[in-house]
């Protein structure tokens, strides 16, 4: 029988934008956890759970919900926008993500995916 561990994780620590950013991504059986912080805390806590569409079975969509932190619209749109590549290139997993930055400017969230993209664990 192989030695293979049951959860891998990687992390890294990069300065984005002037801001020390920690990210540690986690895969486990049915999901990634994705945490990026620029707190030291996990900050909004968000599901992200692909939904299969009929029309392109490929590309399932993702039903996001946040489970801890203040729900608000953009918040939505930030979770997508980062991880949904996570999800896709880890065959349609689900991702938690927990996420407490400065700022959601669309110039931070490519800098923060290519981070994310260095601690493939899927």
């Known amino acids: 029988m192989e030695d293979k561990p049951l959860v891998v994780s990687k992390q890294r620590r ?3 934008c002037g801001v020390p950013t920690q990210v540690v991504c986690t895969a486990f059986s049915s999901h990634i956890l ?3 912080t620029q707190f030291g805390k996990m900050g909004t806590l968000v599901s992200l759970e692909p ?6 079975i490929s590309k399932p969509m993702l039903t996001t919900k946040v489970l ?4 608000e ?6 979770a997508k926008n980062l991880v949904t590549f996570v999800s896709q290139e880890a065959g349609n997993k689900a991702v938690l993500l927990a996420v407490a930055v400065k700022d959601r400017s669309m110039e931070r969230v490519k800098a923060l995916r290519e981070v994310i993209r260095t601690c493939q664990v899927w």
């Open 34 to 36: 994705v945490v990026v």
């Open 73 to 78: 619209p953009l918040i939505h749109v930030f």
């Open 51 to 56: 939904s299969e569409v009929a029309s392109d």
């Open 14 to 16: 990069e300065v984005l």
């Open 68 to 71: 801890l932190g203040q729900d």
